[in-house]
T-cell receptor
Framework: SQKIEQNSEALNIQEGKTATLTCNYTNYSPAYLQWYRQDPGRGPVFLLLIRENEKEKRKERLKVTFDTTLKQSLFHITASQPADSATYLCALVVGHASGGSYIPTFGRGTSLIVHP | NAGVTQTPKFQVLKTGQSMTLQCAQDMNHNSMYWYRQDPGMGLRLIYYSASEGTTDKGEVPNGYNVSRLNKREFSLRLESAAPSQTSVYFC??????????FGPGTRLTVL
């Protein structure tokens, strides 16, 4: 069966360090992968998208890698700040279904806590 | 530009009652989605609408119906609410670059 796995345990790190979150998947051939941030009581907010033929994507302090051989994406936040504390979700898109629909499947998310 | 709006923000229903969750977007997006989010389960797709006039089932459609009223509005209806439908419901729309924009959510409790 298809699975998307994100670490269910919270990641605790000190301010200034690099946070690394993992998204592993099985039995998918995603066309691309996305990362979202979700704060308590709010809807997810899109951060980055990486395609299957891209190895790495960067945006400011964020970096995403995508290894289709390992079936894994890593999400890095450099120089982390307490304001980065949130839950981070990965979402896989396996490509367009008939009619051109985009159907994402989300992981359960990993909570990041950055301590001052 | 309000993005994606949802009403109501909170709702308590009794088992068997019906209600409609409203969603609207002002970004002129073709595709819209309804998800539910439960503790430990992540976001699960209920229904989606690839364009005005079309709707399709997602992963967990049982007990729900949807209407794509026009390009802006996509509503989710619970005909006979059950306690298992207690959840947080999110509506989203998608831009041409495949970025999804989510609403603030509706917190529904079914007693």
């Amino acid at each position: 069966s298809q699975k998307i796995e994100q670490n269910s345990e919270a990641l605790n790190i000190q301010e200034g360090k690099t946070a690394t979150l993992t998204c592993n998947y099985t039995n998918y051939s995603p066309a691309y992968l996305q990362w979202y941030r979700q704060d308590p009581g709010r809807g997810p907010v899109f951060l980055l998208l990486i395609r299957e033929n891209e190895k790495e994507k960067r945006k400011e302090r964020l970096k995403v890698t995508f290894d289709t051989t390992l079936k894994q994406s890593l999400f890095h936040i450099t120089a982390s700040q307490p304001a980065d504390s949130a839950t981070y979700l990965c979402a896989l898109v396996v490509g367009h279904a008939s009619g051109g629909s985009y159907i994402p499947t989300f992981g359960r998310g990993t909570s990041l806590i950055v301590h001052p | 530009n309000a993005g994606v709006t949802q009403t109501p923000k909170f709702q308590v229903l009794k088992t068997g009652q019906s209600m409609t969750l409203q969603c609207a977007q002002d970004m002129n997006h073709n595709s819209m989605y309804w998800y539910r989010q439960d503790p430990g389960m992540g976001l699960r797709l209920i229904y989606y609408s690839a364009s005005e006039g079309t709707t399709d089932k997602g992963e967990v459609p049982n007990g729900y119906n949807v209407s794509r009223l026009n390009k802006r509005e996509f509503s989710l209806r619970l005909e006979s609410a059950a306690p298992s439908q207690t959840s947080v419901y999110f509506c989203a729309s998608r831009d041409p670059y495949n970025e999804q924009f989510f609403g603030p959510g509706t917190r529904l409790t079914v007693l």
